[in-house]
């Protein structure tokens, strides 16, 4: 038994140094690669600058080792360079050198390798690799990480299939990742996803609104409107969201059915709402709403009151009127919003 044990330790042990030499091995090999990459960057650097500057006389090795290094230094221009001109120099230097080696690596078998390609040709925008990474998206080995870079490449080169490839996707795509493709679209082609957007998946939908609001355009007023009395709440809330952005609503009379909404997010943003139109309209709702079940709720609609020019007489005439009885929750937002206004104005 006790044989036993003592094999069962030795094993153990021998197994935990194993993968402590591996572990070594690997740190001392990715520190004599990154000692490596750091001395070409020294020899690089005034390569590249003289390509920057004038016509590129040296060649670059095209050397793994020498062309990692010259990303890190193209790299490192784009993220200090803002002329247009000198960008573009940038990414035709990076065309002429990593055309070949970045083709080679789409169709590496390591994902690792696919996914950091991908990655470098977003940075750099090659436009021309259009095809490549199509024809990646649909091999049958590409994981869900590769494929969600190549939406986002392909919504920065404008490809104009991209909304038949969304919508066929299989799987749902992640709201990050919808949001993403449509900041990158072209006003021409963002307009082909909200024409068709009834036909849009559900994280699609969402992030056309998301992106109407930052926009905040009055053109699109009419669009979110019409979304205020959809059956679906998370999407009437995202408009709210998106209206408080923009900052006019041309029917506001639909913001009387909503307050009475059993979602307390929808009632915040109603509240919200209120406060950036400022109707006189609103303030007796917006008193409604003081006393409201969620906290969040009856601050936001404290705050919206602030908005308007006699907000602060009004929250106060709240907790000193003995002739209409307010709620306890009415009257203690109203003294924390009212402090709170005399604390930021000094008084």
């Known amino acids: 038994m006790i044989n036993i044990l003592l094999w069962i330790v030795f094993v153990f042990l021998f197994i935990l140094i194993i993968a402590y030499l591996y572990l070594i091995y690997r740190k001392l090999s990715f520190d004599y690669h990154q000692k490596q990459k750091e001395g070409w960057k020294g020899k690089l650097r005034p390569i590249i600058h003289e390509c920057m500057r004038n016509e590129c006389i040296q060649e670059i090795p095209k050397k793994a080792i020498a062309l990692e290094a010259a990303e890190g230094i193209l790299i490192q221009y784009l993220s200090v360079l803002k002329n247009r001109e000198m960008r573009k120099r940038v990414k035709w230097i990076a065309h002429q050198l990593f055309c070949g080696f970045y083709k080679k690596r789409l169709m590496n078998r390591k994902w690792v390798i696919r996914l950091n390609t991908l990655h470098y040709i977003d940075i750099f925008q090659?436009?021309?690799?259009?095809?490549?990474?199509?024809?990646?998206?649909?091999?049958?080995?590409?994981?869900?990480?590769?494929?969600?870079?190549?939406?986002?490449?392909?919504?920065?080169?404008?490809?104009?299939?991209?909304?038949?490839?969304?919508?066929?996707?299989?799987?749902?795509?992640?709201?990050?990742?919808?949001?993403?493709?449509?900041?990158?679209?072209?006003?021409?082609?963002?307009?082909?996803?909200?024409?068709?957007?009834?036909?849009?998946?559900?994280?699609?939908?969402?992030?056309?609104?998301?992106?109407?609001?930052?926009?905040?355009?009055?053109?699109?007023?009419?669009?979110?409107?019409?979304?205020?009395?959809?059956?679906?709440?998370?999407?009437r809330i995202r408009s709210l969201k998106a209206i408080s952005k923009i900052g006019i609503l041309k029917n506001e009379t639909i913001l009387f059915d909503l307050v009475l909404s059993a979602h307390w997010q929808e009632r915040m943003m109603v509240a919200k709402v209120m406060g950036v139109l400022q109707n006189e309209e609103f303030i007796n709702y917006l008193k409604d709403l003081l006393s409201d079940q969620s906290w969040w709720v009856r601050t936001t609609a404290a705050q919206s009151i602030l908005q308007f020019s006699d907000g602060i007489q009004i929250l106060e005439g709240i907790v000193g009127n003995k002739d209409i009885h307010y709620d306890p929750y009415a009257i203690d937002m109203s003294k924390e919003w009212i402090a709170r206004s005399y604390e930021k104005h000094g008084l």
């Not at 690799?129 to 490449?153: C, M, Q």
């Not at 919808?178 to 990158?184: G, L, N």
């Open 126 to 235: 090659f436009k021309d690799f259009e095809d490549d990474v199509l024809t990646l998206l649909h091999k049958p080995f590409i994981r869900k990480e590769e494929a969600y870079l190549i939406y986002s490449i392909l919504a920065s080169f404008q490809y104009s299939g991209l909304y038949n490839l969304l919508c066929q996707s299989k799987e749902p795509l992640p709201s990050f990742l919808c949001k993403t493709i449509m900041d990158r679209l072209s006003p021409e082609l963002f307009q082909e996803f909200l024409h068709s957007y009834s036909a849009c998946p559900p994280a699609i939908q969402k992030s056309i609104i998301d992106v109407l609001g930052n926009k905040r355009e009055l053109k699109f007023v009419s669009f979110m409107e019409e979304l205020l009395v959809h059956q679906e709440v998370e999407l």
